[in-house]
């Protein structure tokens, strides 16, 4: 059998974390759950040794301040690859992502594609309660992307992903440098530059219903001025997201 994790970084998303843990242990097929907590003063970390408890499947590794998306999902990422998960997930921990789409997710990458990526942009996909000028900011941002770094993807910034663990062993992951939304760029491009087949699966995005967004100007930022960073590491090294081949023991 295949075996699945699910990366979800927390900070203060008390509200969710039960509901979220649920949701994907209910799903039909099996998944780990590994939260990622940035010391969440509102008590997360402590909600999930509650359910650990009662759910084998959930994993928690805890962190001493608020270090970033980015930061987060490579610890995550560092940690499936050391357990030998075949596919290993990016999702959010606030139902904006709708872990019915999971599954979707993860045949596409058992159909082919190294990494699947749950888009908002392509046929099939839509936005619920995101206020107009946030679409289309997002939607111009991912437009901008493209024009920059000839990046095959509709949706360049989302958060739903999966990826095969070959995917990301190939991937110096040490080479990833951002944090916020250029995270999300940034570990798109690394994908399809050292040479591996992208997917997008159609998605509904829902904006949170509880808890606070972590959106910031200070991330849009990084994302506006990351993306040109992106591409000029690439320019006169294209195999520079590559992970160095192994020595023989």
């Known amino acids: 059998m295949q075996r699945t994790v699910i990366i979800i970084p927390t900070y203060n998303e008390l509200e969710n974390i039960h509901l979220i843990i649920q949701a994907i242990s209910d799903l039909p097929k099996p998944f780990d759950i590994l939260i990622?907590?940035?010391?969440?003063?509102?008590?997360?970390?402590?909600?999930?040794?509650?359910?650990?408890?009662?759910?084998?499947?959930?994993?928690?590794?805890?962190?001493?301040?608020?270090?970033g998306l980015g930061t987060a999902y490579i610890t995550g990422f560092k940690w499936a690859l050391e357990h030998n998960y075949d596919y290993i997930f990016e999702m959010d921990a606030d139902f904006s992502h709708d872990p019915n789409s999971l599954i979707p997710l993860m045949e596409a990458c058992e159909k082919g594609a190294d990494m699947s990526v749950g888009s908002r942009y392509i046929r099939?996909?839509?936005?619920?309660?995101w206020p107009k000028d946030r679409i289309l900011m997002s939607y111009f941002a991912s437009i901008y992307v493209r024009i920059i770094t000839w990046l095959p993807v509709?949706?360049?910034?989302?958060?739903?992903?999966?990826?095969?663990?070959?995917?990301?062993?190939?991937?110096?992951?040490?080479?990833?440098?951002?944090?916020?939304?250029?995270?999300?760029?940034?570990?798109?491009?690394?994908?399809?530059?050292?040479?591996?087949?992208?997917?997008?699966?159609?998605i509904t995005f829902k904006d949170r219903e509880r808890g606070v967004s972590k959106m910031s100007t200070k991330i849009f930022k990084e994302a506006f001025w990351g993306v040109l960073q992106i591409r000029k590491n690439t320019l006169f090294n294209s195999s520079h997201y590559k992970a160095l081949p192994s020595n023989p023991s």
């Open 36 to 67: 990622i907590d940035d010391n969440s003063p509102d008590g997360t970390a402590l909600e999930v040794k509650k359910i650990q408890k009662s759910k084998s499947n959930v994993h928690l590794l805890e962190r001493k301040g608020k270090l």
């Open 124 to 129: 099939g996909g839509k936005i619920i309660n």
């Open 154 to 202: 509709t949706d360049t910034t989302g958060g739903f992903v999966c990826y095969k663990n070959k995917t990301l062993r190939d991937i110096n992951l040490n080479k990833i440098t951002f944090i916020g939304y250029a995270f999300q760029i940034e570990m798109k491009y690394a994908v399809w530059s050292s040479g591996f087949k992208i997917k997008e699966v159609p």
